[in-house]
Each structure stands twice: as structure tokens, then as C-alpha cells.
């Protein structure tokens, strides 16, 4: 199984600008109020990476509680809205509006150069590697159409598939010859596939179970799975938990462990081939929330860290987060056996 280490100079900033990422934040606060808690059913759940009933909680966000696995540790919401409630927030809601018309558009250029072309060249690497004769790729639930739109641009899949009921594709140039749009959840595509990804996408489902096995009846045997998120493992989401501006819902409702990414995805059937974490950005992040606020609670070694040590021990500390896959951003390819 293979671990990916990055050595590039990403500051957070490019990507989450302060202030319009605070905008974000309040209007999703209050698009969870008015689209999740004014009315909505909410249902208990079990952990969504190993199944296991045994838990204890961690803390609310928005008004909704997260729960953190005994088993596994991983961090979730419970009780939760259902998939069609979700699907309409992420259409409709003033907080991806926002997103879309000025989080997407400030960022674009970084992203598109920084993040998703050596994915998109990362994708075509491993299916040269382990499963040569793909000709069948499918997007789903992206919520990237910059990374669709560079894949469209590879020309390197005959077929591309795009699936989801939530994105605004307006940007992305889907007339072009092999792209096909399917506005629908995953269950409801039967169609067979080679490869996929899944870019936060596990992060922001209700049932995740449920969606990992219609995954596992989409994608043909040998198929790959190219699957980001954040994880819980991570350090600067053990070091802020709560105050971590990375863990809210619906974005993140479901942030596993790397223990429980493994467990999901071997029970349905899949080898992993590679699992990293190759982000770049915990130390700073733990490092601007502590400048921000003194006064915020983190453990000693860590204060010590920051108030003593130069950028080349952090940046030393940020290679062995990533060489030891704690780093909170997780990127994995499984196959199906």
C-alpha cells in the first residue's frame, strides 16, 4: 500500500481567504438552522465507517451533535438528515450560492493549477499502473467543477460520466464528445464503470453504508475508487476539534479516522492500493488559530512548538505528519476485487 509525501509551498490562505470564508461559515450556519432544524426529521445513526452503536459525544456544531466512535474514532453526526435533504441544501442553499459565486471563483486559478491538475494527473498515473484498459470514468457527487473541467481537458478517458444530483455544472464544458450528466443519486445509476472519485464526497453523505454499496455494484471488478477527505487522525483537527473551522455540517458530517476509511470500503468489498495523507497544512493551521487566539486550548508540545521552534522544525514536523499519514487531508485509491 503506498504513501504519497508532497513537498510544496501552499499557504492556507490561497485557498479559504479569512474573511470570505467566515461569510461562508455564517450563512451555512444559518442554512442548517433553517434547512435542517426547523422542522426536519432527524435520524440516529450508527458509525458511518464501521457500523459500531458504541459511542460517546464530542460536540455540537450549527445546532447539530457529533458523536465519536468507540470503535474506530470516528467523528459524526448523530442524529442526522436524510440524503433528499441534504441533495436540496446543496442546490438551493444561500451558503453554497455564496460558495460557488465567490469561494469558487476567488480560488479557482490556485486550485485548478495547485490542486487539481496533479489529481487529475495522479488519476491517470494509477489506472496506467492498475487498470490499464479504462475507458470508462465517472464523477460523483462532485462539488469541484474545476477538477471536472480539467478532466473533460485530459481527453485521456473515452467516457466520462458525470453523476449528481447537486452540482451547478454551468462552468464546465459538458457537450463535449463521451461526457454525459446524469442528474440523479448514485443508486439510482446501474450503468457499469471503471474508475470513479469520490472528492469530498464521504464526508457530506447521510448514509454512507448505502452509498458504498451501490458503489460497489457500479464500479466493474478491478475497478478504482480515487476517493479525498479529511480525517480525523489529522493533526490540527485532534489539536482544534471544536474549534476547527474544518469540521461543520453538512459539509464535513462525517469525518473518519484512517482506521475507518479502511474498514468501510474492505467490508464492501475493495483492497487499498494506496493511502496517504499528504496535506500541507495542519502546523499552519494550528499555528494562525493560536496566533489568533492565545488563549485557546492546546497541548503543551504543541505550544511549545509554535512559541519556540523556527518554520524549518515545523515544516520538518508538517514531513512527519504527512510520512505517517496524520495529516488531516486524505487522499486514497481502492480497488475492487
Known amino acids: 500500500m503506498k504513501t504519497t509525501v508532497q513537498y510544496d509551498d501552499i499557504r492556507e490562505f490561497e485557498f479559504k481567504p479569512g474573511t470570505t470564508l467566515s461569510s461562508y461559515l455564517q450563512l451555512t ?32 456544531k450549527f445546532g447539530l451533535n457529533y458523536q465519536e466512535c468507540s470503535n474506530c474514532q470516528t467523528l459524526y453526526v448523530s442524529p442526522r438528515p436524510d440524503e433528499n435533504a441534504i441533495d436540496e441544501y446543496y442546490r438551493k442553499s444561500k451558503a ?36 490499464p484498459s479504462a475507458q470508462r470514468f465517472s464523477s460523483i457527487n462532485s462539488v469541484h467543477p474545476p477538477f471536472l473541467q480539467e478532466l473533460v481537458e485530459s481527453d485521456y478517458f473515452k467516457k466520462i460520466r458525470i453523476v449528481t444530483p447537486r452540482a451547478d455544472l454551468s462552468h464546465v464544458n459538458c457537450e463535449k464528445d463521451g461526457v454525459q450528466v446524469v442528474n440523479d443519486a448514485i443508486g439510482a445509476f446501474s450503468n457499469p464503470t471503471d474508475a470513479v472519485t469520490l472528492f469530498e464526497v464521504i464526508d457530506r453523505l447521510s448514509d454512507v453504508n448505502a452509498f458504498a454499496g451501490a458503489l460497489d455494484k457500479m464500479l466493474v471488478p478491478g475497478g478504482l475508487c480515487f476517493l479525498t477527505t479529511i480525517s480525523i487522525s489529522g493533526f490540527d483537527l485532534q489539536v482544534l476539534w471544536d474549534k476547527s473551522n474544518s469540521i461543520f455540517p453538512p459539509d464535513r458530517m462525517n469525518v473518519l479516522s484512517t ?41 503543551r508540545f504543541v505550544r511549545y512548538l509554535m512559541e519556540q521552534r523556527d518554520n524549518d522544525t515545523l515544516q520538518t514536523f508538517q514531513e512527519f505528519l504527512q510520512m505517517n499519514r496524520l495529516s488531516s487531508f486524505a487522499r486514497a485509491v481502492f480497488q475492487k476485487k
Open 96 to 131: 453554497r450560492e455564496f460558495w460557488n459565486q465567490h469561494l469558487l471563483t476567488e480560488t479557482e486559478a490556485k486550485r485548478r493549477e495547485k490542486l487539481f491538475k496533479p489529481r487529475v494527473q495522479w488519476i491517470i498515473e494509477t489506472v496506467e499502473e492498475y487498470f
Open 259 to 299: 482506521e475507518g476509511l479502511m474498514l468501510l470500503f474492505e467490508r464492501h468489498g475493495f483492497e487499498c492500493i494506496e493511502l496517504s495523507t499528504p496535506g500541507l497544512l495542519d502546523v499552519q493551521i494550528v499555528a494562525n488559530a493560536y496566533k489568533e487566539n492565545a488563549s485557546i486550548e492546546i497541548p
Open 29 to 60: 450556519r444559518d442554512d442548517v438552522k433553517s434547512y435542517f432544524l426547523s422542522g426536519s426529521s432527524l435520524v440516529d445513526c450508527s458509525c458511518p465507517a464501521c457500523l459500531s452503536h458504541e459511542r460517546s459525544e464530542a460536540f455540537s
